[in-house]
């Protein structure tokens, strides 16, 4: 079976050859700078999870390379902002183009439209230049993937980030990637979807759980589907829930979320 992450990761890595010839390194850490000296403060998606009642993280996410197109006509000017209208703790915008059909224009969109909660850059990041991306374009936090990263690499890559003013969400799939909560993330990440196949299973946020920090933020991401499976997953110490798929494809994303809060118990 072909694994999508690979397929993801390299031409990834392909990309940022192109970005790097059309913006220098020099160049996005200038204007990366000049962005901070303007806008210093980052709202904390940490802070926004354990302090929510709710912990949900509303995905725009328009695509999937599953599922093809979820919703194309997805607007980054008025789904966010719905999203935010209607309960979402935290946002997470899908940066993607070639897989997912995002772009980084898509969370700056988002800010413009009046999106003031934390917004997670959702990218598969392998290189410092995308943290500067994700700084730049107006996000307060960036997702690092365990399985894309040697833990060295995500070490730096995460102290790099707060240098920006950026928390991180690492991401975790099973249980030897689970030491790079070591690394003391902002967010501790549980995808309950195989990155390599897509296959599915939110029991894996159960299984993984008590390996992570009894004091981490622990996030369960993907697969979430019913307001029961978010009590559940809160009795087991989650406090940052992921959604996209579940309201996007419902073509109403922020009524969507708004009905599915109402049924998480206080």
């Known amino acids: 079976m072909k694994d999508v992450l690979q397929e993801i990761v390299a031409h990834k890595r392909v990309e940022l050859e192109m970005w790097k010839k059309q913006l220098s390194e020099r160049e996005i850490h200038r204007l990366t700078e000049q962005y ?35 919703m194309e006509e997805g607007r980054a000017d008025v789904i966010p902002l719905d999203y935010q209208r209607n309960g979402a703790a935290a946002l997470s915008i899908l940066t993607d183009e070639k897989y997912f059909g995002g772009r980084d224009e898509f969370i700056s969109t988002a800010r413009e439209s009046g999106v003031v ?59 030897a ?31 993984l759980a008590t390996l992570l920090p009894h004091d981490a933020c622990k996030v369960s991401e993907s697969g979430i589907s019913s307001p029961d499976t978010v009590n559940r997953l809160r009795m087991a110490g989650f406090r940052g829930f992921l959604i996209g798929e579940r309201f996007m494809k419902t073509g109403t994303p922020g009524n969507a979320l708004k009905e599915f809060i109402t049924n998480i118990q206080p």
């Not at 998606?45 to 979820?70: D, N, V, Y």
């Not at 196949?197 to 946020?205: G, L, M």
């Open 36 to 70: 901070v000296d303007e806008h210093p403060d980052v709202l904390s998606m940490h802070q926004a999870l354990t302090t929510s009642t709710s912990g949900i993280i509303a995905e725009f996410k328009r695509r999937s390379p599953s599922k093809g197109w979820i």
């Open 117 to 175: 909660i934390p917004v997670l850059y959702k990218n598969f990041v392998v290189d410092e230049y995308q943290l500067f991306q994700a700084r730049l374009c107006g996000a307060s936090a960036v997702l690092l993937i365990a399985a894309d990263l040697k833990k060295r690499e995500c070490a730096t890559l995460l102290a790099t980030a707060h240098e920006l003013g950026l928390e991180v969400l690492l991401e975790m799939h099973n249980e």
């Open 177 to 207: 990637e689970t030491e790079y909560a070591e690394l003391e993330p902002d967010m501790c990440g549980i995808n309950n979807r195989n990155l390599g196949t897509f296959v599915t299973d939110v029991e894996n946020s159960f299984r």
